[in-house]
């Protein structure tokens, strides 16, 4: 990989995926005084509307993204699929970060789940499904219910299906398509929590606020922090993500999804579980927009452009509620409330569990 | 004037200017999910970095200004010096806000002063000058120092002169060209101070708190907030930002400068005159971004778009460092300053005098 190295003012950052997380790394570039070039398929990207180049084109298109590359000064991503050979390709002609060497491993969840364990951290108990008999086996090993779970390309509660006592492991199999899989024990929690941490390409790291959050048919809903989980939970928490952003080599922004499971197994306050790894700025980080002296998409600017990161400084108790589909009308009420910020994405097409705009509410008396 | 209404959330606003206030007023658009399109003669705007379209042409050009009031929905201006004839032809074709009358009395310092007199609201004392003689008189009447000034197209301190005690009144007249002026009296002030004032579409009206201004080389360095002065002048100063709002019917973000005085002349806390109304946002402004709840980028988008104000809650006490001229590669080391946000304009020259970026601080402690 060619690289990385602190960029000018003046220089111009590349962004692949013109979604909403695109678009919000694109303006917090911009406050910084960098231009961006956004490169997505979908001509209707949102993330277009907010920089001068745009390329619409495939993610294999090598006649454009040799172009894009010409253009930029650095490279980076809002989606954790970018395929191999696009990463490849880019990382011979500019740096491309975070180091996309990080995506084999987190666009596989058998692999991330591996990697995460061998870090002596904990996940909850899961086992490797390649087939019919080994899918009985984990399940006799790992009890019911279970979540079978494809290991690439799930997003969202897409690709996955929950095994209770009384149904027949053959009907999920044959739900996710028979796909090379993982069986996950079905863990107690009290709470979803997330930890967005930042590393620097001089490897300082640092982590916003433990924040919990809630989902609705598997679509993050509200995000809450600070979390209301004891002190060394959350501590816990950010010293675990800290060390797996470490342990990658990453630069930039990720986050890291756990459980908080309040069994005392380790410790009165209980124990942190790792859930999942998105290499990318995340949805349960958009409170830092308005509740902290940073953003997540400022730090992750800060980080692949070589430049020191901040220290966040959370303002307050804060939220941050979705607005999905026909939600994002609600956005009117909220425009009323003190200390709520609205952010709508300027998508055109309003469709059911899209995400179409969010609100951060900070709480200020 | 065509009349505004209500935006929907994929309309389009125009903008004149391409400076760094057209392009943070984008950023702040932006967010609320509108597109821009930026009209500004100056192929190398910073603006132009931030939008999906721009109209490269000069003021006047009707050809260009035509296909401009086309593809927006309602036009607004980063700059007080917008041409009449521009903002008569744009305003037959698509809402202008806020309304380009109020610039014809903004632009004359005068007729800008009649005006807030006959609002009973103080100034200093100030006279009309269109010749030598009456420079004469007004300088009997009002005493030296007094500073000179034209009447239009001045800011950051050019087109005006002191006449100081001994100073030859002839000289000044010729410096500033012999064009119709104004004399003030000079006030011995305690504070520069302003108010950020936004008036939606509907009348409603929402101050930011005063801040206190320090200038060098009669530019903007440092603003500050709260402003040091006793409560019952902060409040008498909003209350006059808002009643000259009210009086335009004004639809934006205005400032007003103004002199505090502690001479006891109207009661134990002093007074204020107001020195200069800025019909857009405004450098004193800037802080708004990071150490409040709303900016003034975004209160005065929603109320051209005629969306509610925000009610805007101060996260505490801050600061805006301006970065002037070669000044800008402070920025580096404010980069490290916990609570300090960096904003860089993205302008490819710095030239002395020229505003390149700013700082906001945000005492975090």
């Known amino acids: 990989m060619v690289a990385p190295r602190p960029l000018g003012p003046d220089a111009t950052i590349g962004i692949l995926g013109g979604g909403q997380l695109g678009r919000m790394l694109a303006l917090a570039a911009a406050r ?32 454009a993204l040799d172009r894009f590359a010409n253009d930029v000064d650095v490279v980076t991503y809002e989606f954790e699929n970018v395929p191999a050979e696009t990463a ?30 061998a870090l002596g951290i904990a996940t909850a108990p899961y086992a490797a499904v390649d087939d019919r008999a080994s899918l009985d086996a984990a399940l006799a090993a790992l009890g019911r219910p279970a979540v079978l779970k494809t290991r690439r390309f799930g997003y969202d509660g897409k690709g996955q299906v929950t095994i209770r006592a009384n149904d027949d492991p053959g009907v999920a199999w044959d739900e996710i398509g028979q796909q090379p899989a993982i069986l996950e024990a079905f863990v107690p929690f009290e709470r979803e929590v997330s930890v967005v941490v930042a590393r620097g390409l001089d490897g300082t790291v640092q982590t916003f606020d433990l924040c919990e959050n809630e989902h609705r048919d598997h ?7 600070p979390a209301a989980v004891p002190a ?19 630069v930039g922004v990720m986050a890291v999804e756990m459980f908080w499971v ?7 306050g209980g ?20 509740g902290c002296t940073v953003s997540q998409f400022e730090q992750h600017i800060r980080a692949v452009a070589g430049w020191p990161l901040a220290v966040p400084v959370r303002h307050g108790r804060a939220e941050m509620i979705n607005l999905i589909g026909a939600e994002v009308d609600e956005h009117k009420a909220w425009l009323a409330v003190p200390g709520a910020s609205v952010h709508l994405y300027g998508k055109p097409i309003v469709r059911p569990g899209r995400k179409m705009g969010h609100v951060n509410r900070v709480f200020v008396d």
Chains 1, 2 share one sequence.
């Open 262 to 268: 309040a069994d005392g197994g380790a410790g009165p």
């Open 232 to 250: 060394e939970i959350a501590a816990a928490a950010r010293d675990i993500a800290g060390r797996i952003a470490d342990a990658f080599g990453y």
């Open 32 to 63: 910084l005084g960098f231009k961006c070039h956004v490169l997505c398929p979908d001509p209707q990207s949102c993330a277009f509307d907010v920089v001068r180049r745009v390329t619409e084109a495939d993610y294999t298109d090598k006649e």
């Open 219 to 225: 679509i993050l809903k509200v995000t809450r922090v």
């Open 88 to 117: 490849t390709f880019l990382s011979a002609r500019k740096p491309v970060l975070p180091d996309p060497k990080i995506l084999a491993t987190t666009q596989d969840r058998l692999t991330e789940k591996n990697f995460v364990t």
């Open 271 to 290: 124990r942190v579980l790792v859930n999942e790894i998105a290499p990318r700025v995340h949805n349960s980080g958009h409170w830092t927009q308005d």
